[in-house]
C-alpha cells in the first residue's frame, strides 16, 4: 500500500453498519492476547514513505499508544490510515546482530540526537556516567525545557519501546481526579479491559517472584515496605513473564535480564510493534512513514487539511520537505509533541480557531526518584530484571506511589531505588517563543518539592525502622533527589477543555487529539493503560458519529 489513496472506502464512505463490524472485530481481537514476535511484526506489509501531493483519508502524528489505537480501530472501520513517525522504524538489527543496545553499553542507538548520553540517573559512587556517542536519531530522547527534563521514546511504537512495560489501571476512586469528565462505570466496565487484553497486559507469578535471584532487589523493597506498615503490590507488566523464566533458566536469549529497557528490549517485552501496531498492519490500510516529522497543519482551502512534513536522515538533517492533504488528522505525538505542535499552529495563524486552553494544564505525574543505602547484610542481588514489578501504595495516605526499581549494573550495588509519582498539584504551560521560534515550558525545578515531601512519607518512615540513610550519589554529588526530570509528560491539550469530552479540537473539525496530552498532568500510576483505554472510548465515538 502507497499513501493510503488507493483505499475504495474513504473516511467520508464509513456506515453505520461498517462500523458495527468494525467493531466485532475489536471485540474479537482484543481477546488475544498473544504476541507478535519483532520479525512477524517486521515481515507484515509496510508501505513506501507516504509521498508529496498525496490525499489521506486519515493521518495520525506519532505511533505511540493514542495513535496506534486510532490506526487500529480506523483501519478496522474501513478508513485507510497514514502514520507519521519522527522516529526510526526500529526493525532492523545492528551491526552487533541486535535491533537495540542496553543500559550498560549505550551506543549511537540510545539517545536522540545526542552527542553525549543523558542518562536519568546521570551518577554512580558520585562519579558521571554518561559517555559520548556518535549523533544519531536513537531511541529516548532527553528533550530539555528550562526546569525539567522530559523523557520520551522516538520511534514506531512510541513510549512503548524505551518503558518498563508496567500496565497499572488507576485505583477506581482515584479516577474522579484523573479524569473528571470521563464516565468512570463505562471506563472501568469497558475501555480498561479493552485495553489490558490489546497491550498484552499479564502479571508475574508470585511462586516464581519468591524464588528468582533476579527479583532478590524487589524483595527487599516487599520487605522493608511491609516493615513499614506500607501497602506492597505486584504491577502487572506488558513483559512476557514466561520469557522472563526461560530467561533465568538459561534456555532463551537474554533481554530484561540482560540490563535491556531505557534503549529498547530484543525480546521478551511487547512493545506496541508487536501488539496494536502489528494488528493495525496486519489490516492492509495502515501505512507508516518513519522518519517523518509533521511540522504544520492548516484548513487546506478545499477541505481538510494540509500537512507539512520533513523527511530527515539519521543524522536529524532535513532531505526533503512533503506537502499532503487529509480529510482528518489525529495528533497522536506525545503531550509533548501533541502541545508544541498545537501552541506553535496556534500562535503563528496556522489554525486560529483554537482556544486559549491549547499548552495549559501540563503536568509531571509528579515523578520523583531516589535511592536508599541497604545495609551489607541486605544485598538486593548483582542479577536484576530490568522489568519492575511491584511498587509501594501510600497514595491515599501520603500522596505517593513508589515503583521498586532495579539498577541493572550487574554488580551488587546494596541500593534500593525508586521512582516515585506522586500527587503533585503544580501545572505548566507551554508558550510559542518567536524570538527563538521554539516552545517553550514554564516548569521549575521547585515544583517538585511537594513531590519529595510526599515521596518521604514512605522512605523517611523506612529508614527510619532500617536505621539505613538515602544514597546521595545517583544524582549528582551529595545529591538526594532525582527531581530534574519526568517519564511520564500529561496534558497540554486537555480533554473537555482544549478538546470537547471526546478529543475533538474546537473550532477546526476533522482536528483530534488522542494521547497523553489530553489527561490532566496526573494519572496516579504509571500512565500508558489510561492512555489506551482513553484513546478506545474516543475514537469509538469519533468512528460512530464523525465518519
Ligand atoms: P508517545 O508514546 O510518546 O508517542 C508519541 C510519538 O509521536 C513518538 O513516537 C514521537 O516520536 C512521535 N512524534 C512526536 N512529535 C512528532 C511529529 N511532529 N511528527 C511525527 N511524529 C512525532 O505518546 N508508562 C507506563 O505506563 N508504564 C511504564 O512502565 C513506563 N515507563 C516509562 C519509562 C521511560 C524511560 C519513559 C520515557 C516513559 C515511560 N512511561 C511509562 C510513559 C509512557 O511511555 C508514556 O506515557 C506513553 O508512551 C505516552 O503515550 P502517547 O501516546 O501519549
Known amino acids: 500500500m502507497s499513501d493510503s489513496t488507493s483505499g475504495s472506502t474513504g473516511s467520508k464512505g464509513i456506515s453505520r453498519r461498517g462500523f458495527i463490524a468494525g467493531t466485532g472485530s475489536i471485540l474479537g481481537v482484543a481477546a488475544l492476547t498473544g504476541r507478535a ?14 509521498t508529496s501531493g498525496a490525499h489521506v483519508p486519515a493521518l495520525v502524528i506519532g505511533t505511540g499508544y493514542g495513535g496506534s489505537v486510532a490506526a487500529l480501530r480506523l483501519a478496522q472501520a474501513g478508513v485507510d490510515v497514514h502514520m507519521i513517525e519522527m522516529g526510526m522504524a526500529w526493525d532492523t538489527p545492528g551491526p552487533d546482530g541486535k535491533i537495540f543496545c542496553n543500559t550498560r553499553e549505550p551506543d549511537h542507538r540510545s539517545y536522540w540526537l545526542r552527542t553525549k548520553s543523558k542518562a536519568p540517573l546521570n551518577y554512580f559512587l558520585g562519579f558521571p556516567i554518561d559517555r559520548n556517542i556518535s549523533r544519531y536519531t536513537g531511541i529516548l530522547d532527553a528533550e530539555d525545557f528550562s526546569g525539567i527534563t522530559v523523557y520520551q521514546g522516538r520511534g514506531v511504537g512510541g ?7 508496567m500496565a497499572v489501571t488507576p485505583r477506581r476512586e482515584n479516577f474522579g481526579a484523573v479524569l473528571p469528565s470521563v464516565n468512570a462505570a463505562e471506563m472501568y466496565d469497558i475501555y480498561y479491559p479493552r485495553a489490558n487484553a490489546g497491550l498484552g497486559v499479564n502479571s508475574v507469578d508470585p511462586a516464581w517472584f519468591d524464588s528468582t535471584a533476579c527479583y532478590q532487589y524487589a524483595r527487599v523493597g516487599r520487605k522493608h515496605a511491609q516493615r513499614s506498615g506500607f501497602p506492597f503490590v505486584f504491577v502487572p507488566d ?4 514466561d520469557y ?3 530467561e533465568a533458566a538459561g534456555t532463551v536469549t537474554k533481554s530484561a535480564l540482560a540490563g535491556e529497557i531505557l534503549y529498547g528490549n530484543n ?14 498492519k496486519a489490516t492492509g490500510r495502515v501505512a507508516i512513514s518513519p522518519l517523518h516529522k509533521v511540522t504544520s497543519v492548516a484548513p487546506a482551502a478545499g477541505g481538510g487539511y494540509t ?7 539519521t543524522n536529524g538533517d532535513t532531505t526533503a520537505t512533503k506537502t499532503v492533504t487529509a480529510d482528518r488528522v489525529f495528533f497522536a505525538a506525545g503531550s509533548v509533541g501533541t502541545s508544541k505542535l498545537l501552541v ?9 480557531n483554537l482556544n486559549d486552553e491549547v499548552g495549559k494544564g501540563w503536568g509531571d505525574n509528579g515523578n520523583v526518584m531516589c535511592g536508599r543505602a541497604n545495609h551489607m547484610w541486605d544485598p538486593t542481588g548483582s542479577l536484576q530484571s530490568a522489568i519492575p ?15 521498586v526499581a532495579p539498577l541493572p549494573t550487574g554488580i551488587e550495588t546494596y541500593a534500593s531505588f525508586y521512582l516515585s509519582i506522586t500527587k503533585n498539584p503544580n501545572r505548566a504551560q507551554f508558550s510559542w517563543n518567536a524570538a527563538t521560534g521554539k516552545v517553550d515550558l514554564n516548569w521549575q525545578t521547585s515544583w517538585k518539592q511537594p513531590s519529595i515531601d510526599m515521596a518521604k512519607t514512605i522512605f523517611d518512615k523506612i529508614n527510619s525502622k532500617e536505621g539505613t540513610i538515602y544514597r546521595t550519589d545517583l544524582f549528582g554529588t551529595y545529591k538526594i533527589w532525582g527531581d530534574h526530570l519526568t517519564y511520564h509528560p500529561l496534558g497540554g491539550a486537555v480533554l473537555n477543555k482544549a478538546t470537547d469530552n471526546y478529543g475533538r479540537l474546537t473550532g477546526h473539525p476533522g482536528l483530534y487529539v488522542i494521547d497523553g496530552s489530553l489527561i490532566p498532568g496526573n494519572t496516579s500510576v504509571n500512565p500508558f493503560v489510561t492512555i489506551t483505554a482513553l484513546a478506545e472510548r474516543n475514537i469509538e465515538k469519533i468512528i460512530a458519529t464523525d465518519l
Open 244 to 246: 522472563m523464566k526461560q
Open 267 to 280: 525480546h521478551g517485552k511487547k512493545s506496541l510493534q508487536q501488539t496494536y501496531i502489528a494488528r493495525a
Open 159 to 165: 513510549g512503548s519501546l524505551v518503558n518498563g512495560g
Open 389 to 403: 514489578c511491584s511498587g509501594i501504595d501510600n497514595w491515599a495516605a501520603g500522596g505517593a506511589f513508589a515503583e
Open 344 to 352: 506553535k499552529l496556534k500562535a503563528t495563524g496556522a489554525l486560529p
Open 37 to 50: 514476535t519483532a520479525a512477524q511484526a517486521a515481515a507484515l506489509p509496510t508501505a513506501a514513505p507516504i
Open 307 to 313: 500537512v507539512v512534513i520533513d523527511q530527515i536522515n
Open 238 to 241: 506488558v513483559y512476557d513473564w
